[in-house]
């Protein structure tokens, strides 16, 4: 079985296939033609990418996969250390959650302001512990210490950009720009914006599906908040487009039916090009929310799940 098949079956990219490779995780028959590598996967090799995929969704980490693959007599201890640190993390977030409780509704001018408001309250709460590398993409397929492994691996990546970047100096450097200056007007309108909000709150799940737009599924699920979240200006019951790919499956597919209140992380974006359109450049944090939250439309295309903790 080959490289693409895999993938296809698993919905794993190469590079993490290549990644659990590298951690010994698994080792597929290779082959050598013309000086390349070929990887030919069996139905066991299959099996065991499932299971490290389900246990990455659970968030246990390689090592902790390796282990228990190689010694499956850690399982029970591997177990344990992994909700310990969930609940260590839950505990941290709920400390959160309950000062950026106390600050919603407040104004601040800017950074600064925000910081030192943040000071007066953290000692009223338990404060998150410090994170010196935030793993912002926990709920990715590909983990940040994956993507760093990735990132060092291939000196023949590097040869390839040498060559790409030899080629932009000569004739094609004026098209080159050109082309850079466009795409970053693009990329400044439609990606770069202003983050409103970015907070962790209770969200019911109340029903999610996928809506098809010819072969792309759409991921979306309807939430309700409770009472003392919808102080933020939220309404009781909405709609949230989560998109497609893998980690809005991730997200869609973590996602609980009846649970009471799960707490997940909700953001409020908009980009430059929007803000323009909506007249909101220089408007408040509590004017562009309230124009946010009071169309479906602009809740759909700007109001974000980022991360979700019910149980899966």
């Not at 408001?117 to 512990?129: A, M, T, Y």
């Not at 007007?185 to 970015?198: E, I």
Request: glycine share 8%; hydrophobic share 40%; proline share 4%.
């Amino acid at each position: 079985m080959k490289m693409k098949e895999v993938c296809a079956r698993t919905g794993l990219t190469e590079r993490a296939v290549r990644l659990y490779i590298e951690k010994g995780l698994l080792s597929p028959q290779k082959t050598w033609r013309r000086e390349r590598e070929y990887l030919d996967f069996s139905e066991d090799d299959l099996r065991r990418l499932e299971q490290i995929g389900l246990l990455r969704r659970y968030f246990f980490s390689l090592d902790e996969i390796g282990g228990m693959l190689g010694s499956p007599s850690l399982i029970g201890e591997t177990i344990a250390g992994r909700q310990k640190a969930l609940a260590d993390e839950a505990a941290a977030r709920e400390g959160a959650l309950k000062l950026f409780t106390a600050l919603s509704g407040e104004h601040f001018e800017d950074v600064p302001a925000l910081c030192a408001r943040l000071r007066q309250q953290e000692d009223r709460f338990s404060r998150p512990p410090f994170m010196a590398q935030p793993d912002f993409g926990r709920l990715d397929e590909e983990s940040f210490e994956e993507r760093e492994a990735w990132a060092s691996a291939a000196p023949s990546r590097r040869k390839r950009r040498r060559l790409k970047r030899t080629l932009l100096i000569g004739g094609l450097a004026a098209a080159a720009i050109a082309a850079l200056a466009a795409g970053w007007g693009w990329y400044r309108d439609n990606r770069m914006g202003r983050v409103v909000l970015s907070s962790i709150l209770e969200l019911e799940v109340l029903d999610k599906g996928v809506d098809t737009n010819g072969e792309v599924g759409v991921y979306w699920l309807d939430a309700a908040v409770p009472e003392d979240a919808q102080a933020m200006g939220l309404p009781a019951q909405f709609r949230l487009t989560l998109g497609t790919g893998t980690q809005a499956y991730i997200l869609w597919d973590g996602a609980v039916y009846g649970h009471s209140y799960p707490m997940a992380r909700v953001e409020v974006f908009l980009p430059n090009k929007a803000l323009r359109e909506m007249g909101l450049q220089d408007a408040s944090i509590g004017e562009v929310l309230q124009k946010v939250y009071s169309s479906e439309e602009y809740r759909r295309d700007y109001l974000r799940l980022t991360s979700f903790q019910g149980e899966y």
